[in-house]
Nanobody
Framework: QVQLVEFGGGSVQAGSSLRLSCAAS????????MAWFRQAPGKEREFVAG????????YYADSVKGRFTISGDNANFTLYLQMNSLKPEDTAVYYC??????????????????WGQGTQVTVSS
């Protein structure tokens, strides 16, 4: 049973930083791809960052590239999203997601079938 729990959201001012955590259990990281998605009020859920554990291959949405960093800690079974230089448009509920390993783009949401409950990030001007 795959279980994902997000932590680290909060309300901050533009330019601040936050680090989100996704505590994972029930699967081997090397056999799966993991990603962060977000959903703002009135908008569709969108891809933020993803990781293929083997080789630590990562991919980022253009909107966060250079500001956000995805990483993982196998020993602690945790996925992280370091968010720097936050902007008001980053305001959203952030979700951790998992899918079976595939060559498909990390940004394609179709095959992600396990999700955390989400953590709220609010960035004010």
């Amino acid at each position: 049973q795959v279980q994902l729990v997000e932590f680290g959201g909060g309300s901050v001012q533009a330019g601040s930083s936050l680090r989100l955590s996704c505590a994972a259990s029930g699967f081997s990281f090397s056999n799966y791809n993991m990603a962060w998605f977000r959903q703002a009020p009135g908008k569709e859920r969108e891809f933020v960052a993803g990781m293929r554990w083997i080789g630590s291959v990562t991919y980022y949405a253009d909107s966060v590239k250079g500001r956000f960093t995805i990483s993982g800690d196998n020993a602690n079974f945790t996925l992280y999203l370091q968010m720097n230089s936050l902007k008001p448009e980053d305001t959203a509920v952030y979700y951790c997601a998992v899918r079976e390993r595939t060559s498909a783009s990390l940004s394609t949401p179709t095959l992600y079938n396990s999700w955390g409950q989400g953590t709220q990030v609010t960035v004010s001007s």
